[in-house]
């Protein structure tokens, strides 16, 4: 399985950024596909997910960031508005699922989305 995140960079507060995670590789039955992030000197967190059932999002994040995915193109992605400065992270995708013989739990290596003030 890769996961090739693409989209992130520098942005003012207030701008916007469209976070892209490429799937290759997956011959399992997805579950759910998410995107976490990661800020300099904490956990790792989730920002948002998606399922067959639908979607769900950090309290943090609602109402201004929104997770879908193109499944023709094996493609999530995680529109980002509104940005503030304390959305700078490193920002991962995720892929859990199963087959018959394992349960699978990918990510990709991140980009990093920077919110300057």
């Known amino acids: 399985v890769q996961l090739v995140e693409s989209g992130g960079g520098l942005v003012q507060a207030g701008g916007s950024l469209r976070l892209s995670c490429a799937a290759s590789g997956i011959t399992f039955s997805i579950n759910v596909m998410g995107w976490y992030r990661q800020a300099p000197g904490k956990q790792r967190e989730l920002v948002a997910a998606i399922t067959s059932g639908g979607t769900n999002y950090a309290d943090s994040v609602k109402d201004r960031f929104t997770i879908s995915r193109d499944n023709a193109k094996n493609t999530m992605y995680l529109q980002t508005n509104s940005l503030k400065p304390e959305d700078t992270a490193v920002y991962y995708c995720?892929?859990?699922?199963?087959?018959?013989?394992?349960?699978?739990?990918?990510w990709g290596q991140g980009t990093q989305v920077t919110v300057s003030p």
């Open positions: 995720n892929v859990r699922g199963s087959d018959f013989k394992a349960k699978y739990d990918s």
